[in-house]
Nanobody, 125 residues
Framework: VQLQAYGGGLVQAGGSRRLSCIGS????????LAWFRQAPGKEREFAAA????????YYSDSVKGRFTISRDNAKNTVYLQMNSLQPEDTAVYYC???????????????????WGQGTQVTVSS
């Protein structure tokens, strides 16, 4: 599957932004989908994931309660709704997909074999 992320941009602290990631190909519903992010000078980190099948969601502690991941399999799209954004949320955001991924590995980028190109989110203070 090929992934294309959209929706990045500049937002003021306390604001909201929604990212979208559209996948090509069929059988989108077999993939666990995730968002990772990479801040300047830092390693890429897990932000959120949504499981295939059950749609169970997982979040890192840093975004829990502020970000919401969702998916629309009919549109081959995964979303990341980001609220109460802070300057520390500034990063390049990547969407990723892994087929039939075991729940144990949802936050490990090494198990995701499809990646989007990334979209920049900048939060100004």
């Amino acid at each position: 599957v090929q992934l294309q992320a959209y929706g990045g941009g500049l937002v003021q602290a306390g604001g909201s932004r929604r990212l979208s990631c559209i996948g090509s190909g069929r059988s989108f519903n077999i993939y666990t989908l995730a968002w990772f992010r990479q801040a300047p000078g830092k390693e890429r980190e897990f932000a959120a994931a949504i499981r295939y099948g059950t749609g169970a969601t997982y979040y890192s502690d840093s975004v829990k309660g502020r970000f919401t991941i969702s998916r629309d399999n009919a549109k081959n799209t995964v979303y990341l709704q980001m609220n109460s954004l802070q300057p520390e949320d500034t990063a390049v955001y990547y969407c990723a997909a892994a087929s039939f991924l075991h729940d144990y590995y949802y936050s490990s980028e090494r198990y995701y074999n499809f990646w989007g190109q990334g979209t920049q989110v900048t939060v100004s203070s």
